[in-house]
């Protein structure tokens, strides 16, 4: 349908930030992963050499005692180390969605894809609203791009529906100048409203798509059973 469509291709744009900065995030994290190993290997040796050279072969308990201590403290030294890749990792993908955050205002650039965008932001709340007359918030820079969205919104509304629907731009509660940019739709007098701004779009994309980026960047986890 028009509706999936529209919301695949905002998706689409969406995502199209992670894979520009791809290559440069699994470099960082491929230098974490190495730095993490070298550390561990360091450590290990150590650990070996001090507890081999604190284990009396001639008796038995100390030797179990030792054992343990090595057990033990490896697996200590094994969760820290653990630790700090996951902490690095979730650096990693924090400075990721950071600066595509960053990015998000370079889509306004080009007026016939923003446009487009914007088209496919208004239907997806009107299908969304479902009602006969729905407003539309924007920044006052978007007024031109999103009063032509709106027009040709209407159109593909009333081909896709069979019936008209009346959308208004609410010059009287524009979006803050601080936004990246996108829309609201308003509907029922103001009580519903659908934020369909380009911000609270990447909001929702850093939420479905984490397991993904993870996943690519860092590879499948093997120790976890349940995926959501």
Same mark, same amino acid.
């Given at each position: 349908?028009?509706? $999936?469509?529209s919301d695949d291709q905002v998706s689409a744009e969406l995502k199209k930030m992670t894979a520009f900065i791809r290559q440069e995030a699994l470099e960082k994290a491929r230098e974490i992963e190495i730095k993490a190993d070298e550390e561990f290997a360091i450590e290990k040796?150590?650990?070996? *050499?001090?507890?081999?050279?604190s284990i009396d072969s001639a008796y038995e308990k100390k030797f179990?005692? $030792?054992?343990?201590?090595?057990?033990?403290? *490896?697996?200590?030294l094994a969760n820290k180390t653990r630790l700090k890749v996951l902490s690095a990792r979730q650096e990693l993908l924090d400075?990721?969605?950071?600066?595509? *955050?960053?990015?998000?205002?370079?889509?306004?650039?080009?007026?016939?894809k923003y446009g487009a965008i914007c088209k496919g932001l208004?239907?997806?709340?009107?299908? $969304?609203?479902?009602? @006969?007359?729905?407003?539309v918030r924007a920044r006052k820079g978007d007024?031109?791009?999103?009063? /032509?969205?709106?027009?040709?919104?209407?159109?593909?509304?009333? @081909?896709?529906? /069979? *019936? =008209?629907?009346?959308?208004?731009?609410?010059?009287?509660n524009p979006q803050p100048d601080d936004i990246s940019g996108g829309v609201s739709i308003v509907?029922?007098?103001? /009580?519903? =409203?659908?934020?369909n701004t380009l911000d609270e779009r990447l909001k929702l994309l850093e939420t479905d798509a984490l397991p993904m980026v993870r996943t690519s960047?860092?590879? /499948?986890?093997e120790n976890r059973k349940f995926y959501d």
């Open positions: 349908m028009s509706h $999936a469509m040796s150590k650990l070996v *050499r001090q507890e081999t050279s179990k005692q $030792a054992s343990m201590s090595q057990q033990i403290t *490896r697996s200590t400075d990721l969605f950071e600066q595509a *955050r960053g990015k998000l205002g370079e889509y306004t650039k080009d007026k016939g208004i239907l997806e709340g009107a299908y $969304a609203l479902n009602e @006969d007359k729905i407003g007024y031109d791009v999103v009063k /032509k969205a709106m027009e040709e919104a209407k159109k593909e509304y009333k @081909d896709t529906m /069979k *019936r =008209d629907i009346a959308i208004e731009l609410d010059e009287k509907g029922t007098g103001g /009580k519903i =409203d659908i934020n960047l860092f590879g /499948k986890n």
